[in-house]
């Protein structure tokens, strides 16, 4: 048992190891900006300074790195002295201007430039320098996709008694909280800050979107303790929300009712949302989960969210506070008899009606998928419909159902598929650019001392801020990215063995794990390790409804639940059609006789037998790839994940065998590779 009180100092890497200061040391320094973050931008040249040493510089002249930001300096005042490299990036910016936190990175006879239109730019441009290393020749720009790049995390501030420290949390206890307060010392979340806005993210939402009774008065009396971290986050760019409980007014107000309709309701929003500003000016806003896993919600007074949202929406709007109000409502009291209720239905039935409907400054939170993050799953079809809403889509870094941190799985490629995903075919828009409101994740952080409990686990939380950055960014270079930053004295060979570890374990999870999109088969309760019927009986929809003859969902409008039918074409007619149906998700639109062939040539029974074997085969790889050269990566790490590749080998083999054993016995057909069941 870890102690919830001790937070790991322990320097094992990041992607912004001590050697990073490096690309900022031993330089001279000239810096022509104003504003909050300047400071920051300061301190971490002074940070290399210390490290590897350099100097700031009064004359533009003689600097090697230039910072300029031209929002609040009006024109800089150029001459002969003038690097070329300051010429070029100013009248970049100049003909094509970046926006708030946009940058243009230039350099030109090893003068180093950053050209920001704010402060907020300037640092992100700084940090990309440090996290990068020299730019190549030439002027590169930069400038995020959306505004909101944010992160939820689900800590507790006690520990539950189910969920832990941190609900789906693999990586010890909060770095927010321990026993019930904020803790006094903040010093990791200054560090987590600091890695978090080198990757571009700005906002963080510090509690759990279940909201008990002792995280709900963080609204009000532990507002001061909030502030703390709030001041903390700041220096780094990042805006604190609080996920908030929706039936406040009762539970904290000791008013009668939180009916959303009620004067008296508007008015405790107000005044609670004030007190929060008086405490913390740049406040972000709050997160809701309404209606959703026995949380409370508007459908208790017979209300629609969007009119649930109103009065919280209505309190932040004065002070430029957002409400993220998730779209993740169904009902987790289905009757698994039920054939005609689809849990993947839900969300498009309650809000795509509201579209339209919300306050400007709502933004709603839809989950990737329409189920739950599982190892596949299609689109959320909400994401597409919702045409007048301001749209967030919610990953989770988290690996709640992709291995828990115990299995390397890195999750950029099935992340880049989603933000692919064309809703109205091949010509259409990306779903990335539908996301208006930015993109959130579940954070997989904690105490551990390695921050994520797997240290490749670090990989997933860096491609998230990177693709919320830049969405259709290619993700096998983004962890090429991570894997210099992080490792910095890696040979090519390391780095290859590093890629053969990670570029495929995502497919290589989705082989030994539930096939063909049909998802779950998770132990219930904890989600680890395999339980083909674990959830089959259960009230939460979510079903194989395998049986002697075959498996998978039908999901079609002909036959089965109708949810194809809530894409637009070209989807709605592919995922009804059998013969057209993508082979990785045809589970979730169908159910299948066990010999269906699918794409591939294979029968699906025997693609279950063969993914199977093949998936442990790849983890035993990884064990050897693993156990082989491994120069420039540090021997904790190395340990630690050596450590864990048992545990995914014992793992991987646990769900091989019971997959390829229940089909056995339900189909009674064998594996046509002779290898054994159960
Ligand atoms: O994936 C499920 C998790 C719950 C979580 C919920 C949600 C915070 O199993 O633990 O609750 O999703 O997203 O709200």
Redesign the pocket.
């Known amino acids: 048992m870890t102690s919830h009180r001790k937070v790991s100092r322990a320097e094992h890497p990041t992607w912004l190891p001590k050697e990073s200061s490096r690309n900022l040391g031993d330089k001279r320094v000239h810096i022509a900006a104003t504003g909050p973050l300047v400071e920051t931008v300061r301190s971490e040249f002074r940070r290399a300074m210390r490290l590897f040493g350099g100097s700031f510089v009064e004359k533009i002249g003689d600097a090697e790195i230039v910072v300029i930001v031209t929002g609040d300096q009006g024109p800089v005042g150029l001459d002969d002295e003038t690097p070329a490299a300051v010429h070029e990036a100013l009248a970049a910016h100049a003909s094509e201007p970046v926006s708030a936190e946009g940058y243009f990175l230039a350099n030109r006879d090893s003068v180093s430039v950053i050209v920001a239109a704010t402060d907020r730019g300037a640092l992100y441009g700084v940090l990309d320098l440090l996290r990068s290393g020299e730019p190549g020749s030439g002027t590169r720009r930069e400038e995020p996709a959306h505004a909101i790049r944010m992160l939820d995390h689900?800590d507790n501030m006690t520990v539950h008694p189910v969920?832990g420290a941190v609900?789906?949390g693999y990586s010890g206890d909060s770095i927010f909280f321990a026993d019930g307060e904020v803790r006094r010392d903040l010093d990791r979340v200054s560090r987590y800050a600091r890695l978090l806005a080198s990757v571009g993210i700005n906002r963080v939402a510090i509690n759990?979107?279940?909201v008990h009774s002792t995280e709900a008065r963080l609204l009000t009396d532990k507002l001061p303790d909030v502030a703390r971290i709030a001041d903390v986050l700041r220096p780094w760019g990042i805006r604190l929300h609080l996920s908030v409980n929706f039936a406040s007014p009762t539970l904290l107000g000791g008013l009668a009712s939180a009916d959303p309709l009620l004067p008296a309701v508007h008015e405790w929003w107000r005044q609670a949302t004030d007190r929060v500003y008086d405490s913390i000016p740049d406040f972000g806003g709050y997160v809701v989960?309404a209606d959703?896993?026995g949380q409370p919600g508007p459908f208790t007074y017979g209300r629609t969210h969007a009119e649930g949202a109103e009065p919280l929406a209505v309190a932040l709007a004065p002070h430029g506070g957002i409400v993220h109000w998730?779209a993740?409502v169904y009902d987790h009291r289905q009757d698994w008899r039920d054939r005609s209720t689809d849990r993947a239905k839900a969300a498009f039935d309650h809000f795509v009606p509201l579209d339209g409907k919300f306050a400007d400054n709502v933004v709603v939170q839809v989950?990737h998928g329409p189920m739950?993050?599982q190892v596949r799953e299609p689109v959320s079809t909400v994401i597409g419909a919702l045409t007048k809403t301001t749209v967030a889509v919610?990953f989770?870094v988290t690996q709640?159902?992709t291995g828990q941190q115990k299995h390397v799985c890195y999750l950029g490629p099935a992340w880049s598929e989603i933000l692919r995903f064309r809703f109205g075919g091949s010509d259409a828009a990306p779903l990335a650019s539908l996301a208006t409101g930015g993109f959130v994740a579940?954070s997989n952080v904690g105490t551990d001392e390695f921050w994520t409990g797997h240290p490749l686990a670090q990989s997933n939380l860096y491609a998230f801020g990177r693709l919320s950055w830049e969405p259709l960014a290619d993700s096998i270079e983004i962890l090429d990215e991570w894997i210099r930053a992080t490792f910095p004295d890696t040979d090519d060979g390391t780095r290859a063995a590093l890629h053969a570890v990670l570029d495929s374990s995502w497919a290589t999870y989705e082989k030994y794990t539930a096939p063909l999109g049909v998802g779950f088969m998770v132990r219930p309760g904890h989600?680890y390790g395999p339980d083909v019927d674990g959830y089959e009986y259960t009230p939460w929809g979510t079903y194989h409804f395998a049986d002697r003859d075959g498996v998978g969902v039908d999901r079609t409008q002909t036959t089965g639940t109708g949810f194809a039918g809530q894409y637009p074409s070209p989807w709605r007619a592919r995922y009804e059609s059998l013969a057209e149906c993508p082979d990785e998700l045809v589970l979730f639109f169908h159910h299948v006789p066990y010999d269906h062939v699918l794409h591939s040539g294979s029968s699906v029974i025997q693609h279950i037998y063969d993914t199977h074997a093949d998936g442990v085969e790849d983890v035993a790889r990884l064990q050897g790839i693993w156990a082989g050269p491994t120069q420039g990566i540090d021997s904790a790490t190395h340990a630690r994940v050596t450590q864990l590749l048992v545990e995914q080998l014992r793992s991987a083999g646990e769900w091989n065998d019971q997959i390829r054993t229940y089909f056995f016995r339900k189909s009674g057909l064998a594996d046509a590779g002779g290898r054994p069941h159960f």
């Open positions: 689900w969920m609900e789906r759990n979107v279940n989960k959703s896993e998730r993740f989950k739950d993050f919610e989770q709640e159902y579940v989600h």
